[in-house]
């Protein structure tokens, strides 16, 4: 886990790439008077080296590469929050439970008399019964999936009519209860083309969203974890993970 938690480009810059010369690493912008870093040619690892241990960086990335780090950082911050999230759950459980047993041990018993069943008229109501017809339904699971066959948290997924909807969790998947005469499924997210699912057949489905390659340029905004999380993650979950692995 990186100290890194979204990686963008605030203002994209315009300048021609193709007119730049070739420098260390990218190109040098004769405007800017600056080495602009081609970030296209490296893995996620990469990027996450370099940029964790540079200040001020003006980039070339590809849009769909963007994506791919920011959602990357978005599930690593997830799945951290979700641990603390079960600690705090036990200890509170835990601390409940205590508390509960030493209340019921100090607790008198308490006799309690239910009165008996009466045959007044009181008792009983009359009347027409009316019945709450189930609406058909279905269970349409699925994970959603781009074209280097990365899962894609967020996505938005729904029927044509809006009235069901759902997005996809850290690992792409998503579940929906739909009205059972159900044909399509809608699936969105910024920066891929819509797509519109048949869902007649199955009840799982593998769905692929596709984009076009935008390129983005320009002064990199890095937005780090806080700096006492990262003394933690530094000085004693890396240690520990050592001592194990």
Known sequence: MSNIQS?????????????????ESGRHCAQCCKTVTDFTTMTNSQVIAYLSNAGNVCGRFNEQQLNNLNRQFQADTTMAANRWKRLALIISITSS?????????????????????????DSFMLGKVAVNQAVKARVITGRIYDEQ????????VK????????TTDTAGKFRL??????????????GYKPLLVDICADENYQVK??????????DIMVIRQPLIKRIYYKCIKRPIRKIFN
């Open 149 to 156: 066959n990365l899962y894609i948290p967020g996505v938005t």
């Open 159 to 166: 029927i044509p009519s809006g009235a069901v909807s759902g």
């Open 209 to 218: 969203l596709t984009t076009e390659q935008v390129l983005v340029m320009g």
């Open 7 to 23: 990686i963008n480009i605030p203002k994209p810059c315009h300048q021609s790439w193709q007119q730049m010369m070739p420098a």
């Open 177 to 190: 209860t739909i009205p059972a005469d159900t044909k399509y499924l809608q699936v969105s997210f910024i």
């Open 97 to 121: 439970a205590l508390s509960f047993k030493a209340v019921a041990q100090n607790k008198p018993a308490i006799t309690v008399q239910v009165p008996k069943p009466t045959d007044d008229a």
